[in-house]
């Protein structure tokens, strides 16, 4: 690879790999390799992109990992179709959200977060235990205290959706965490990448929480039900706002 960017460490090849596999996610992820197009060769992308053989390879099988490469031998690598992308990595989740992110795939995580969070609210009100209820609380404090538009608010806001997920005590619904944290976090990011919004999210938040608190299974789903349907308002908001 060019001697500009050579970096002997195993942490330095780690770094470089990582960033070519983003660097590749996100031009396919904006279009600029479609479905079905087929790679260049590990020999030739290498070359041009100034990089090892083996940090190119390793950023390769990182989009295989995620359904959006297939390689064969003899065939080559092809870009696959976007049915086959594992688009609930938190990894292309930050990718897609790098850039200008496809309204109808926002529309699309809210539909998901509709289908599984009010019913995950609902299990939580009936079992959720006094150490999670605190937890919670505790990330709704650090929620008021900083702010969603920060980086500090917006983990404290991971954290409360994490903390519902695990006091439904589901290990199904629980693996969703990761990628419900991510959603939850890129698309906050992204709604206060311009500007403030008017409107504060925190009382939507205090809502599933009292109702979670009291035990009230009917209350706490539709708190959660109607907290997402506000933040998708604001996201309405935020993709409808002019020079984006």
Not at 128 to 154: K, N, V
Request: aromatic share 6%; glycine share 8%.
């Amino acid at each position: 690879m060019g001697s500009g960017r050579k970096i002997g460490s195993e942490e330095g090849v780690l770094r470089i790999h990582q960033t070519i596999a983003r660097d590749l996610g996100t031009a396919i992820l904006t279009g600029k390799h479609r479905p079905g197009e087929l790679f260049e060769g590990e020999i030739e992308a290498s070359e041009r992109l100034g990089v090892s053989r083996t940090a190119y390879r390793e950023a390769v099988r990182i989009l295989i990992a995620k359904g959006m490469l297939e390689s064969r031998p003899k065939a080559g690598t092809r870009v696959l179709p976007r049915s086959r992308w594992n688009v609930l990595d938190p990894e292309m989740l930050a990718w897609m959200f790098a850039g200008e992110p496809d309204a109808n795939f926002i529309h699309d995580l809210f539909e998901l977060r509709g289908v599984i969070e009010p019913a995950a609210a609902e299990f939580a009100a009936r079992r959720r235990t006094d150490e999670q209820l605190a937890t919670m609380e505790a990330a709704l404090a650090e929620m008021g205290r900083f702010g969603l538009s920060t980086p500090d608010g917006r983990a404290a806001d991971q954290r409360f959706h994490h903390a519902i997920l695990a006091a439904t005590h589901n290990d199904a619904l629980e693996a969703l965490a990761s990628s419900v944290g991510a959603a939850v976090s890129w698309t906050t990011t992204f709604k206060h990448r311009k500007k403030l919004l008017p409107r504060d999210p925190l009382p939507d938040h205090r809502a599933v929480f009292q109702a979670i608190a009291a035990r009230d299974t009917a209350a706490a789903r539709t708190a959660m039900a109607e907290l997402l349907r506000l933040a998708l308002a604001d996201m309405d908001i935020a993709l409808a706002e002019p020079g984006r």
